[in-house]
């Protein structure tokens, strides 16, 4: 009740216009009151609109509008409420809602719970938990934050309460199951496991608060790293813009002084047969006014008259001073165009040269340059991954065994089912798993193997050259015997010195396009290494290429 009435006084303090608790509070004449900016906010846009001043709750009307003055007592009672810390509080501030731990000992609505007991498995308000600090008996039992799991607490097949841990299973378990189910397990009290796991939490958060520490570092150095190509890209950007800016300039002047040669020379060219075009029009027309004359002279019959005019009509004058005209085809700018095609097609192939220099200078950036290679077989074995080999890849002549992890080479065909993905004429398998990313495994062999990878889409049936291990380039391969070691690749083969032992490690790369082989004795030995570009996943395998009994398994290394 006490609640309900002090949610009713802050409910009359509160203004109905902004709803919140009265701030300079002032009353109209009406009786109602209002903060003083909101009423005053409401009828100053009254005003505006109806030259009306009334009041938000009655709609009683003023006329002339009231002078606003502050009311000193209910300041007072606003700031008396806020003193005692009100303002903040809801209704329901402290019954349980949806999520919350909700007070088991409480009827009616439930107040939220404060502490939950582990021996009583009953959550209390603070109210209903005050028995727990004042009755001795109570004052043993062992009090949590107030959690919804207390129900994990109790044993479901007894329905005591767990406080025993089986080490040998690694659960909790009442006293009733340490003398059932796991009578004989390795027991110990939850108090005692639960101690020694801090002691194990606290070096495990320790490391895991090393590695914290060694990931922002490696953060800070990724995002630097990122600013850096960030801005050497734009810059690069830049700088090739600025370039090809210039050779395209370049090119655009020389078009540009090629234009203007060819319209100079044409003008010229036209200017000159012009002059000539004028002259042969010239002499055209003193040539027909001779032919004209020399015709009426033909018809006289005055023989002195024909005798006196015949001389100066019949020389033919200025005809050397002009230039022959060829009759051979014009001689074009067609030569032009042939040259300027031919500096495009240079341009062109240069280009294309320079291009494959520029496009891999491109795609070397690497903001993450492959990590180095791991160095001691501790280091190796971080890396290590579970394979197992592929029924459906094994030749008829192999048999699988040791969960499919080792595969021997029989005298006769082995039961298996038709299947696409089987090697049908060379004693070979591949294993069930692609691998990616970085990756270490190792194997036991005996008499003569094959330790191979190889892409997924090598040919199953065929030549040698197409389905062999190492006989492609879809696989390398590391030939081991008794007396040496012979790499194989796209059929070049590499010999190998190196110890005998009858255990390989192969530790890949993919990204960085490394694949090592190592003797593992007491010591690593790297036999050889491979650098290149694997363009898809990698499957390990094996080929026992020579007689029965050769044999080779992929060791467990968890």
């Known amino acids: 009740m006490a609640q309900q009435g002090i949610q009713l006084d802050q409910e009359k303090l509160s203004c109905s216009i902004c709803l919140d608790l009265l701030k300079d509070p002032v009353t109209i004449p009406c009786g109602h009151s209002y903060c003083m900016s909101c009423i005053k906010d409401c009828w100053d846009e009254e005003n505006e609109k109806k030259k009306t001043h009334s009041c938000p709750q009655c709609r009683q009307s003023f006329t002339p509008r009231p002078v606003l003055v ?40 439930k107040l939220k719970a404060l502490k939950s007991c582990l021996v009583c498995l009953t959550s209390y308000c ?60 390795d027991t110990v009290s939850a108090a005692a496991e639960r101690a020694e796991r801090q002691t194990e939490l606290g070096v495990s958060q320790q490391k895991i608060q090393e590695r914290i520490q060694d990931r922002e570092k490696d953060l800070k150095v990724l995002q630097q790293k990122m600013e850096a190509i960030n801005l050497s890209a734009d810059e690069a950007v830049r700088d090739s813009e600025k370039i090809f800016t210039e050779l395209i300039r370049l ?137 197992t080999l592929d029924p459906n890849t094994a030749n008829t002549r192999l048999s699988l065994c040791e969960r499919n992890r080792k595969a021997t080479l029989m005298a006769g065909d082995q039961l298996y089912l038709d299947h696409p993905d089987r090697f049908l004429k060379w004693w070979q398998v591949l294993s069930r798993e692609g691998l990616t990313g970085r990756c270490y495994w190792e194997v036991k062999w005996s008499r003569r193997v094959n330790i191979a990878v190889a892409y ?39 010999s190998i010195s190196g110890p005998q032992t009858s255990r390989i490690g192969v530790y890949l790369d993919h990204r960085a396009g490394t694949l090592s082989f190592y003797n593992i004795s007491e010591t690593m030995t790297l036999l050889h290494r491979v650098q290149t570009t694997f363009t898809q996943p990698l499957y390990p395998g094996f080929w026992l290429p020579q007689s029965a009994g050769d044999s080779a398994e992929l060791c467990n290394l968890k």
Not at 171 to 182: E, G, K, T
Request: aromatic share 6%; glycine share 4%; charged share 30%.
């Open 456 to 494: 997924k889409d090598i040919s199953r049936t065929g030549a040698l050259n197409e389905c062999g291990f190492g006989h492609n380039d879809k696989s390398w391969s590391l030939e081991c015997n008794s007396y040496s070691y012979t790499f194989r690749h796209n059929n070049i083969v590499i």
């Open 126 to 185: 603070e109210q209903h938990l005050q028995p727990h600090y004042a009755v001795a008996a109570l004052k043993k039992h062992k009090l949590v934050e107030a959690t919804l799991k207390l129900h994990e607490n109790i044993c479901s097949r007894h329905d005591e309460v767990m406080k025993i841990f089986c080490r040998t299973d690694q659960q909790c378990i009442c006293y009733l199951c340490s003398m059932d189910d796991h009578i004989g397990h």
């Open 70 to 109: 502050k009311s000193t007592m209910l300041a007072e009672l606003v700031d008396e409420l806020k003193k005692v810390g009100l303002q903040a509080a809801s209704p329901d501030h402290s019954y349980a809602g949806p999520g919350d731990v909700a007070c088991d000992y409480c009827s009616g609505m």
């Open 251 to 387: 090119i655009e002047k020389r078009s540009s002084e090629v234009k203007q040669q060819i319209r100079s020379q044409q003008k010229t060219e036209v200017s000159r047969a012009k002059e000539l075009e004028e002259k042969l029009h010239q002499e055209l027309t003193e040539l027909r006014r001779k032919d004209t004359e020399l015709e009426k002279l033909s018809r006289t019959e005055d023989h002195l008259h024909f005798l006196n005019n015949y001389p100066s009509l019949s020389r033919l004058s200025g005809s050397e001073d002009l230039p022959s005209i060829d009759v051979h085809p014009l001689c074009s700018f067609k030569d032009v165009t042939a040259a300027v095609l031919e500096a495009r097609d240079k341009v062109q192939a240069v280009l294309s040269e320079e291009w494959a220099k520029i496009s891999l200078a491109v795609t070397e950036v690497d903001v993450l340059p492959p990590q180095a290679e791991p160095r001691t077989r501790a280091d190796f074995l971080k890396y290590s991954c579970q394979i």
